[in-house]
């Protein structure tokens, strides 16, 4: 798990979901040089989920607001997989520009 710890609080995960629509499919697009598109839904929990039906099983990553914290899950099942590569990738930067560098106080790698 990835915690991002930012000066804002609460996060906000509507408007992260807002952004990720927004930026993460045509950015993997762009990236990949691949047409794949990918689900991202807005869960009552406080949570976002981009996972892709028909390829993948389940989430592929799972983002939770929790205070001043977004909790960033990747699944395991598909962790050498250049796709869920590339989207962790995308994501860690979606995140960066979403927030900005001023706002983001700490980037951590938990298990």
């Given amino acids: 798990m990835k915690k991002v710890t930012t000066k804002q609080h ?55 607001g929790r205070g001043n914290e977004l909790h960033v899950h990747k699944t395991e099942q598909y962790t050498d997989d250049v796709n869920i590569l590339t989207l962790e990738d995308i994501l860690n930067n979606l995140f960066m520009d979403y ?3 001023k706002t983001i106080t700490n980037i951590s790698d938990e298990s």
């Fill in 10 to 64: 609460p996060v906000n995960t509507h408007h992260i979901y807002e952004f990720l629509q927004h930026h993460l499919n045509k950015n993997f697009t762009r990236q990949r040089q691949q047409d794949i598109e990918f689900l991202i839904e807005e869960k009552d929990d406080n949570a976002i989920e981009i996972s892709k039906p028909g390829m993948y099983e389940g989430y592929l990553f799972r983002v939770e």
């Fill in 99 to 101: 927030s900005g560098p």
